[in-house]
């Protein structure tokens, strides 16, 4: 392979890199205290970072609303990583030895332009329609695309660049490739007829090729986005969850072990309880984790009936919004509406699955109940705005807006309880 080919495999090694961006930030209007000043919020449709509201009447606001299709949109991405998938097959297939320069060049060359297209795509999903978790997640898998672009081409040059090598030790979308094998593609020769070099060629392509099928299976709505995020913040609800349960329970234990032990077995030696070295909690303690517990099990109650309402199934909804004289009119939300409102939801379900981890840590003896306490009533203020934008979901569907009655109340019931165990 002559100068001229490495040079533009080079060459595409920093297009690549320059492809890769930093992923969309979850940026949303911070969501009302009252179910009214959140229909006012989407009645006057504020600005992304919630700083500077855009008055419109709702009718010019409809008609003016961007057509977007994330189906169709996400059929074409897919199509498109199959395209570089396609591409990468051939230009690893020419740089086998003996390469020849004149064809590598023409398949590096035509990888690089779909490589342009791909960035091209993906920087022109408009973020307010298509929702800002959906616009992160493809942003994400992208980059994982020209990284492990970047990657295979780089295996190819006699001299790789450094850059590349440093971002294999550090990218988690390459996990399934050892540091060490990049370590030791760091100082090993790139001349073709070395046998581990086939092979590590065969990884780099594959790396690629899982990047890419990946990419394919990317969501279609911002709404499949935060499904996906859901599942994972479920499962560290359910974690906490059992810690505190565990930990209740291995303070039962130790009630019962503590008559039955002198710390002294029948030979005289002192037992072993380093299993049971946390501290017991006073019974006020207990009390309190078993509440505060029944405020995590409500609260993953809340989760599963947002995924069920508001995620697991497509939206068409109508609210009612009040007009200036008192009047109201039937508003079909439209898509930039339900986009951010599942983006709130999301970013509000985060801050819960945050502070659950958080109360679970805090409830181990000695506890700052004062601390432990300002957790719970923001988790509760968490639970409230998860429920505002789910009722704009179920609005008009009595049993569920009953739940959510239910929900606060019970939730305020704990917190009462609390309150009360600490006077």
């Given at each position: 392979m002559n100068a001229e080919a490495q040079l533009k495999i080079r060459g595409l090694i920093q297009?690549?890199?320059?492809?890769?961006?930093?992923?969309?930030?979850l940026s949303v209007p911070a969501v009302p205290e009252t179910l009214d000043g959140l229909i006012e919020q989407l009645q006057?449709?504020?600005?992304?970072n919630g700083s500077e509201p855009v008055v419109a009447p709702?009718?010019?606001?409809?008609?003016?609303?961007?057509?977007?299709?994330?189906?169709?949109?996400?059929?074409?991405?897919?199509?498109?990583?199959?395209l570089v998938a396609n591409d990468v097959t051939k230009?690893?297939?020419?740089?086998?030895?003996?390469?020849?320069?004149?064809?590598?060049?023409?398949?590096?060359?035509?990888?690089?332009?779909?490589?342009?297209?791909?960035?091209?795509?993906?920087?022109?999903?408009?973020v307010k329609v298509a929702g800002q978790t959906y616009k992160r997640e493809v942003q994400i898998l992208s980059n994982n695309i020209f990284e492990a672009v970047a990657g295979l081409l780089n295996a190819f040059l006699e001299q790789p660049d450094e850059r590349v090598?440093?971002?294999?030790?550090?990218?988690?979308?390459?996990k399934g490739v050892s540091q060490g094998l990049s370590r030791n593609n760091q100082g090993a020769s790139s001349e073709?007829?070395?046998?581990?070099?086939?092979?590590?060629?065969?990884?780099?392509?594959?790396i690629v090729w899982e990047a890419c099928e990946i990419f394919e299976k990317a969501s279609r709505s911002n709404r499949e986005a935060v499904a996906k995020k859901w599942g994972d913040m479920m499962s560290t609800m359910e974690d906490a969850i059992a810690e505190v349960k565990e930990m209740i329970d291995s303070n039962d234990e130790k009630d019962e072990l503590k008559g039955d032990d002198d710390d002294e077995d029948d030979s005289g030696n002192e037992s072993d309880d380093s299993w049971n070295d946390d501290e017991k909690m006073t019974e006020e303690e207990k009390q309190l984790s078993i509440q505060a517990n029944s405020h995590l099990k409500l609260t993953r109650l809340l989760l599963k009936k947002l995924q069920q309402r508001c995620l697991d199934t497509q939206q068409v909804a109508k609210i009612v919004i009040p007009s200036a004289n008192s009047q109201r009119s039937d508003v079909t939300l439209q898509p930039s509406d339900l986009a951010r409102m599942w983006d709130q939801l999301y970013e509000a379900a985060q801050g819960?699955?945050?502070l659950a981890d958080e109360i679970a840590t805090s409830l181990y003896s000695p506890q700052d109940q004062a601390v432990l306490m300002t957790l719970l009533r923001q988790l509760s203020r968490k639970n409230?705005?998860?429920i505002l934008v789910g009722r704009l979901f179920v609005k008009g569907q009595a049993d569920q807006e009953q739940w959510m009655d239910m929900c606060e109340a019970q939730s305020k019931k704990i917190l009462d309880a609390i309150v009360l165990l600490q006077s």
């Open positions: 297009l690549a890199l320059g492809y890769v961006v930093e992923p969309q930030p006057n449709g504020l600005n992304l709702v009718l010019a606001r409809e008609s003016q609303e961007e057509v977007w299709d994330g189906e169709s949109f996400g059929n074409r991405l897919a199509g498109l990583g199959k230009v690893s297939l020419a740089c086998k030895p003996p390469a020849e320069s004149k064809t590598v060049i023409g398949m590096v060359e035509a990888l690089g332009e779909t490589c342009f297209r791909l960035a091209g795509f993906v920087d022109s999903i408009p090598l440093q971002l294999q030790n550090k990218n988690a979308a390459l073709s007829g070395s046998g581990a070099n086939k092979d590590f060629y065969l990884i780099k392509t594959g819960i699955v945050a409230h705005d998860c």
